[in-house]
């Protein structure tokens, strides 16, 4: 792609891009998008097919497992398409992008890859520019998502090397807000829906492990502006305030729930000390950077969980 120079270090030259779908060319295409988003029940995949669905014109196709997904997050009016085939992480990172590489491929359509922080494994480099390559257990017990994700950034810049494809990638941090899946295991859903339920907020020892949180709308943002501009990636979208796993606890506490106690537990293998993005080239490339503050962030999630948990607030 000719505008891989402004992008790093990719040096090798590639293809022309294939020859786009005939419906590129047509009359309709200016009004007219057909927009495939897999994942597109999940908490990030959701919320970006709200926005995209704001043009009314769109046709948008969602695919999705419903692994970690819901129906219920989607709106009237899409094109929904079930996979239960790809039930594996490893799976979902590795065939579904080798299977929507092809696709892409066949019909000449740009593809975007919502990439992730855990390419960084447990940093050695602090914040993370998207130079870094890494530290990351390829055996542990979190490698089958954090290589995964890897591999599949390896097969997107193959493809874009040897045929052509137009291809996107954004490393994206820790993202919060509604729909959040409850019991996924992420930190914030955690203490949100701890804080509701009167349960102490179990914070994974030492605590001082650090995390950058970022709002849904701001990180769907990102991904669009990502994929309509002209520039290949891999490009960091996340919020760089820095914050220590026992300061996020704190923030829900006084927030949600001030009678509610934190609780100090055992950590989980490979837990990563530190994180925090540079977005650099996220304000110079895409004229981005994140407009809400976690203060400002978390009681937004409030309402959303108490209708999901059947826990109103207390009058």
């Known amino acids: 792609m000719a505008k891989e120079a ?21 009359k309709f295409f200016q009004s007219n998008m057909r927009i495939l988003v897999t994942g597109g029940a999940g908490f990030i995949g959701s919320h970006l097919v ?7 014109k769109n046709e948008v196709i969602v695919v999705d ?85 890897r591999v599949a950034e390896t097969l997107m810049f193959d493809y874009h090397r040897q045929h052509g494809i137009e291809i996107r990638i954004a490393r994206i941090f820790n993202t919060y807000g509604p729909r959040m899946n409850i019991d996924d295991g992420r930190v914030v859903s955690n203490f949100i829906a701890q804080a509701i339920r009167n349960e102490p907020l179990t914070v994974q020892a030492p605590g001082t492990q650090t995390r950058s949180f970022c709002y849904v709308s701001d990180m769907v943002d990102g991904l669009i502006r990502l994929m309509e501009g002209e520039n290949t990636g891999p490009i960091n979208i996340g919020n760089p305030g820095e914050f220590t796993m026992l300061e996020l606890a704190e923030n829900v506490k006084e927030l949600i729930n001030p009678d509610v106690k934190i609780a100090m537990v055992e950590n989980t293998p490979d837990d990563p000390r530190q994180r925090k993005p540079d977005i650099t080239k996220a304000k110079e490339l895409l004229g981005w950077e994140p407009k809400i503050k976690l203060r400002d962030g978390l009681p937004l999630m409030e309402d959303d969980f108490r209708q999901r948990l059947g826990v109103p607030r207390k009058n």
Not at 84 to 102: A, Q, R, Y
Not at 111 to 127: A, M, N
């Open 65 to 149: 497992n419903y692994f970690t997904g819901s129906k219920d997050n989607l709106r009237n009016g899409l094109v929904i398409q079930d996979l239960n085939s790809f039930v594996m992480t490893i799976k979902t990172n590795v065939i579904g992008t080798l299977n929507m590489l092809g696709l892409a491929k066949r019909v000449g359509a740009r593809i975007l890859l919502t990439s992730t922080s855990e390419v960084y494994g447990d940093p050695l480099v602090h914040p993370q520019d998207e130079s870094y390559w890494g530290n990351v257990n390829p055996i542990g017990v979190r490698s089958c998502y954090d290589e995964g994700k």
């Open 6 to 26: 402004a992008n790093g270090n990719h040096n090798s030259a590639s293809k022309p891009p294939p020859t786009p779908s005939p419906l590129r060319f047509s």
């Open 50 to 56: 709200d926005k995209l669905m704001e043009n009314e």
